[in-house]
């Protein structure tokens, strides 16, 4: 059996291989999600890095219980073609980039988004390979990529998964994104060898350096 990730190695060439997370990489979520929360008469507070316990009433300023959380990003998900917009510059550096690398998009989501998040990315002009999956990233990330003798970057917003394919691919260089200033501000700073990037300029820094040690994309 052909497995997503067999897919997407198929399209696989022989230049430098990026891969992308999606949500707060490629996408902008906390922005969207919390126009969604308003919608719904709730709000989301800056006051940690985690969504359960900061999302609260608008009216009465209680907190939602934690399992309501889960089902509120389920509805935020199956309602993203309506919410959520790319992150600042994205478009026009995966064109870049895309020019000598390979692109692909890890999106850390249930597969049964799969459809709505293509539906999404395409109307975005981000038409790259796009993989959906719950499982930790590292070993993704390996599967995709084999050993291959080319240049791997990871850029992910979430320490866990950034330190997930550390530890599978540990020549990969791995980039710390968030498009949310806000939550970034509160999030803790990531450990060596992840490197930050402010925003997709210093992104396409970072990657071009290490694919082609400076020259630009
Ligand atoms: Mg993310």
């Known amino acids: ?22 949500d707060e990489v490629v996408l902008e979520f906390l922005g969207p999600f919390r126009r969604f929360l308003a919608a719904n008469g709730l709000k989301l507070l800056p006051r940690s890095f985690r969504l359960h316990g ?13 399992e309501a959380v889960h089902p509120l990003i389920e509805m935020f998900f199956a309602e993203q073609c309506d919410w959520q917009t790319p992150a600042c510059d994205v478009a026009t550096t995966l064109a870049m980039l895309s020019e000598k690398a390979d692109v692909v998009f890890l999106t850390a989501m249930p597969p049964r988004h ?13 038409t790259f390979p796009m993989i959906a999956t719950e499982e930790p990233k590292g070993p993704v990330v390996a599967d995709l990529h084999r050993g ?27 980039v710390h994104l968030m498009a949310d200033r806000e939550f970034r501000a509160l999030m803790p700073v990531p450990d060596a060898p992840v490197i930050c990037a402010d925003d997709w300029a210093g992104a396409h820094r970072l990657v071009s350096k290490h694919f082609w ?3 630009p994309a």
């Open 1 to 22: 059996m052909v497995t997503a990730i067999g897919m997407v190695r198929e399209q696989l060439t022989d230049r430098p291989l990026l891969v992308c997370d999606v």
């Open 54 to 66: 900061n999302i609260v009433a608008i009216d009465t300023g209680t907190p939602i219980a934690d």
């Open 114 to 126: 799969h459809d709505l998040r293509r539906t999404l990315l395409n109307g975005l002009d981000l």
């Open 148 to 174: 291959r003798d080319l240049p791997l970057a990871f850029i992910d917003d979430i320490a866990r998964n950034l330190a997930s394919v550390g530890e599978s691919v540990p020549q990969c260089l791995l």
């Open 213 to 215: 040690a400076g020259e």
